[in-house]
C-alpha cells in the first residue's frame, strides 16, 4: 500500500512539475498579470488596433498606387481596347488627386 502511495505521490509530482515549466514556457504570469491590470489590457489592444488600422492603411495606398502605375504603363502601351479603359481610369484618379477637399 505504502508503494502505490509513494508511485501516485511521485507521479503526480512529475506532472506538476511538467505543467509548471510548460506554464513558465508560454509566459502564463505575464498573462494573469495583464489580466489583473484591466486598464493595461484596454490600452494594449487600443494600441494593437490602432497599428493595424495604420498598417491597413499604409498597405492599401501603397497597393492601389502600385495598380496606378500598372495602368498608367499598360495606357502608354497604346493598347487598342484596353488603352480606352485604362486611360479613362487614370484621368479619373488623376482628377480626384487634384480636387481639393474641404
Do not use: C
Not at 66 to 94: S, T
Amino acid at each position: 500500500m505504502r508503494d502505490a502511495r509513494e508511485r501516485a505521490h511521485d507521479f503526480f509530482m512529475a506532472e506538476m512539475e511538467r505543467l509548471a515549466s510548460h506554464l513558465e514556457q508560454v509566459n502564463f504570469g505575464a498573462y494573469v498579470d495583464l489580466l489583473q491590470r484591466p486598464i493595461r489590457l484596454a490600452f494594449l489592444n487600443w494600441l494593437g488596433g490602432l497599428f493595424r488600422g495604420i498598417g491597413i492603411g499604409v498597405g492599401f495606398t501603397l497597393v492601389a498606387s502600385a495598380i496606378i502605375l500598372v495602368l498608367e504603363w499598360v495606357a502608354v502601351l497604346n493598347l487598342p481596347v484596353i488603352g480606352k479603359y485604362i486611360a479613362e481610369i487614370v484621368r479619373m484618379v488623376q482628377a480626384e488627386l487634384h480636387t481639393p477637399t474641404v
